[in-house]
C-alpha cells in the first residue's frame, strides 16, 4: 500500500491550503486514514482522522472549527482543508492509512501501518 500526499506550500496567516492523500492499493474503504504533523525540532503529532468506511472523525483540539478531514471514495483519497491558518500551523505534515484501528488508539501513530512522504506547509506571519 502506498500513500502519497501532496497539496503544501507556502501561505499567509489566515489563509488556506487543501492536503490531499491518495491510497495506491487494498480496499479504501477498510482504512482508516490520519494527518499527522511534525515542526521543526517537535515531535510528530495527531492532527485529524478519519474512518472510511463510516465517516466518523476526530481532531485535536488546535485545530478544530478550522481543519476538515474528509473523502473522495472513487478516488481513493482523504482531504484535509484547512482554513485560518496560523504560523503555528507549520509542519510537515503526513498522512498514515491503517486498517485495524480502534477508538483507543486513533490518536497514536503506532495503529498506522503505511505513511506517505509528508509535505510541507509554511504560515508566514
Known amino acids: 500500500v502506498q500513500l502519497q500526499a501532496s497539496g503544501g506550500g507556502l501561505v499567509q496567516a489566515g489563509g488556506s491550503l487543501r492536503l490531499s492523500c491518495t491510497v495506491s492499493?487494498?480496499?479504501?474503504?477498510?482504512?482508516?486514514v490520519a494527518w499527522f504533523r511534525q515542526a521543526p525540532g517537535k515531535e510528530r503529532d495527531f492532527v485529524a482522522q478519519?474512518?472510511?468506511?463510516?465517516?466518523?472523525?476526530d481532531y485535536v483540539d488546535a485545530v478544530k472549527g478550522r481543519f476538515t478531514i474528509s473523502t473522495d471514495n472513487a478516488r481513493n483519497t482523504v482531504y484535509l482543508q484547512m482554513n485560518s491558518l496560523r504560523p503555528e500551523d507549520t509542519a510537515v505534515y503526513f498522512c498514515?492509512?491503517?486498517?485495524?484501528?480502534?477508538?483507543?488508539?486513533?490518536?497514536?501513530?503506532?495503529?498506522?501501518?503505511?505513511w506517505g512522504q509528508g509535505t510541507l506547509v509554511t504560515v508566514s506571519s
Open positions: 498514515a492509512a491503517g486498517s485495524t484501528v480502534i477508538r483507543s488508539n486513533r490518536r497514536s501513530q503506532n495503529a498506522y501501518a503505511y
Open positions: 492499493e487494498g480496499t479504501f474503504r477498510r482504512y482508516d
Open positions: 478519519i474512518k472510511v468506511s463510516a465517516g466518523y472523525t
